[in-house]
């Protein structure tokens, strides 16, 4: 298993030579928000479709009132 510095490496050989550390920052930053994701769905922590509509609805019905 790849350390968290062997996966930033892998990105930095990725992006331009030229990258600004914002780049740099906002890559390593989607990586880690996608690996998130992947142990979120693993563990069954996922909202179907309907069950998202729903709560969005709501959502915007109490900022609505606001």
Not at 9 to 20: C, F, G, K, T, W
Not at 22 to 32: G, L, M, N, P, T
Not at 38 to 65: F, H, N, P
Request: charged residues 35%.
């Amino acid at each position: 298993m790849a350390t968290a510095k062997d996966k930033v490496q892998e990105i930095l050989q990725r992006l331009p030579d030229d990258a600004s550390l914002e780049s740099i920052e906002y890559e390593i930053y989607v990586q880690r928000k996608i690996r998130q994701g992947e142990e979120d769905v693993a563990a069954g922590r996922v909202l179907t479709m309907d069950e998202m509509q729903l709560r969005l609805g709501k959502w915007l019905e109490e900022s609505a009132g606001q």
